[in-house]
Each structure stands twice: as C-alpha cells, then as structure tokens.
C-alpha cells in the first residue's frame, strides 16, 4: 500500500478524531512536509481533512471512492484484499489481474471505479461505468484445474449473501449470475493459468452494478439487468459493501481450501434460482433443454430432458424459460 493510502487509512481509524502531523511523520517515517503534501493530494481526490495547527488532520468525509485505504480501513480478512491495486480507470481488471498474478500474494485485489474493456463470460463486453463494483481476486490454491469450477461457485455464494446483507434477496442462476427479482445485477469471470494438473493461478472477476443507472444500460441488457440502487432505492456505501463482499469471500475460501465444498453447495442450492426451473442451456457444441434439477458436487448442472435422460452440463450458457 503506497503511502498515501496509509494516510488515509490512519485518519478512517481515527473516525473524525484529529491526527498530528507529527504522528503520522513519525509512524510512517516521512517528513512532516511530505504527509502534507499526501494530505493535499487526499484533498485533491475529495477527501475534506480539516487540518488544525494544534491538533493535526482529521477526515471530515469520504468521497464515495474505492481507494484501497478506505477499504482496507475496518476490513476483517487475513488474505483476501490485504493487498489492493486501486485505478480510476482502467480496460479490465481482469486483464491487470491475470498480468500481475505471478509477482502478488495471494488474496490480491484489483478495483477500479470504472473500465473501458471489461470481459464478460463467453467472449462478450461488460459495460463498466463509474458507480458499479469493478474487482479481480487472485487466488492460488494448490488444486487441479477440473476443481476451478468451485472457485466460481463459492464467489457467486459470497455475492450474493453480501447483498443479502445490505437487503434484497439475492439468487444464484447457474453458474453464477446473480439476480434479484430475476433480473441480473452480477456477472463473475474466472480465469485460470494452470499446468495440466495443477492451478497457477486464477483469477476470479466479480462485476456488480452497485450505483449504476439501469437507464444508462443498452436497450438490450434494460429488461434483464438490475442495479443494487434500482432494487434498494437509493445509493449503497460501495466501501462498505466491498469490504463486506471480500469478507464472505474469504469465510468461504478458507471453507472450500480446508476441503469442506459441501456447506458452500449447500449456501448454492438455497440460493439457486435455477433448480426446478425449465431452461435452455448452449454449449460450444449443441443446445438442450429440460428442467434444472439440481447440481452435483462439482458444480455441474443436472437437467431431465423431455425425453426423461438425465444430463450432466459442466459449462455453457443458461437461459431460464416460461414454462407453457
Ligand atoms: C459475465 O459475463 O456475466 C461475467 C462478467 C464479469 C465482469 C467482471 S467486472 C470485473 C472483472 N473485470 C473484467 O473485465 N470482467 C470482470
């Protein structure tokens, strides 16, 4: 974390309370006009520290920015986001994510407020504006890549009871789309380095529309996408739902890394909007449809055709039907 980051995480801590100059100088070993110069580059962002003579710098409010000093201020995780590359604006923070794997710690984050090139699932463009929650986690578990497909499954289980806990019922349509009142409001995009057997690393890419405008949405995407300011209402502090996210994250990786993936299924099947529903799923290879009737220890979408056969589906796009 630079310097000005710590700055700022210092001054969240101390809620308003005012902080010496001399203080920060002294624990963070820089000069006293160095910290000054910090703090005008904070007030530059739109930070308002009111600054006293006497009794030193103290935060007044916090723009509503995804700095890695505002999250990391307050953040309750061990691994997940103890590390985090923040940008204004960037193509993807997936593309940044997959380059920088190989030289962070595990638990890594990437955010940006927002993109000019985010990648969706299945080769299509996600539309990033400023206001949504842009991030990549990189992660490095020691498992073969046929397992990757958990990792997916756990993030979209972590999104959506983070939701869940600033209000609206979020589901899971499979493999992890994440809805509220069936509309999409998160799309999630892991990618892996791996040798034949073992993961590199992987990349998981969670987009939430947060405090985007619907109406700004393509004609298109309007119908079946939702924003978290659409269904609440009113705008939510994407600091602290960051902060939130990361935390449901990292309680369900440290589950599925202890081997435990049965209580994380679990979490899926209770949230999944897809099971008993009739769907149509496209793979690279054919179209099928049938009724969702559940998912099995991978991950793996279970279907019963008209014809009765049951069919396993372990990637591909899903498509929730009317039934007629
Ligand atoms: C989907 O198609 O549903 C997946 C969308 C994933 C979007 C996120 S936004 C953060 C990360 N960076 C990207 O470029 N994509 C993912």
Redesign the pocket.
């Known amino acids: 974390m630079n310097i000005k980051d710590k700055i700022l995480e210092k001054l969240i801590k101390n809620k308003g309370k005012p902080i010496s100059g001399e203080r920060l100088a002294n624990e963070l070993s820089i000069s006293r006009t160095a910290i000054w110069k910090h703090i005008r580059a904070l007030r530059e962002e739109g930070y308002v520290i009111d600054s006293s003579t006497n009794l030193g710098y103290s935060l007044m409010t916090l723009p509503d920015m995804l700095t890695p000093g505002g999250i990391k201020a307050g953040l309750k995780t061990s691994v997940i986001g103890k590390e985090i590359e923040y940008f204004k604006e960037i193509?993807?923070?997936?593309?940044i994510?997959c380059e920088i794997a190989g030289s962070v710690a595990e638990g890594t984050v990437v955010i940006?407020e927002s993109?000019t090139?985010?990648?969706?699932?299945?080769g299509?463009k996600?539309i990033?504006p400023e206001g949504?929650v842009?991030?990549?986690i990189i992660l490095k578990p020691k498992i073969q890549p046929s397992y990757a497909p958990r990792i997916t499954i756990l993030a979209g289980v972590s999104v959506a009871k983070a939701i869940r806990s600033f209000g609206p019922e979020a589901m899971i349509k499979w493999p992890?789309?994440v809805l509220i009142n069936g509309k999409?409001v998160?799309?999630?995009?892991t990618e892996i380095e791996a040798e034949i057997d073992m993961i590199d690393h992987c990349v998981v890419?969670?987009?939430i529309d947060a405090n985007v405008d619907t109406e700004s949405f393509p004609e298109e995407f309007r119908d079946s996408s939702t924003s978290l300011k659409k269904e609440l209402g009113h705008e939510i502090n994407r600091v602290g739902f960051v902060q939130k996210l990361l935390e449901e994250f990292e309680v369900l990786y440290l589950k599925f890394q202890e081997g435990d993936f049965t209580a994380i299924l679990e979490d899926w099947r209770s949230m999944s909007a897809t099971i008993g529903e009739w769907v149509k799923i496209t793979t690279q290879t054919r179209t099928i449809y049938g009724e969702a009737i559940g998912v099995d220890n991978e991950g793996a979408l279970i279907l019963e055709t008209d014809e009765g056969k049951l069919e396993k589906i372990v990637a591909g796009n899903c498509e929730h039907l009317r039934r007629t």
């Open positions: 193509e993807s923070t997936n593309v994510a940006a993109q090139g985010g990648r969706g699932r299945l299509r996600w990033s949504g842009w991030l990549s992890n789309d999409k998160c799309g999630i995009l890419g969670i987009g």
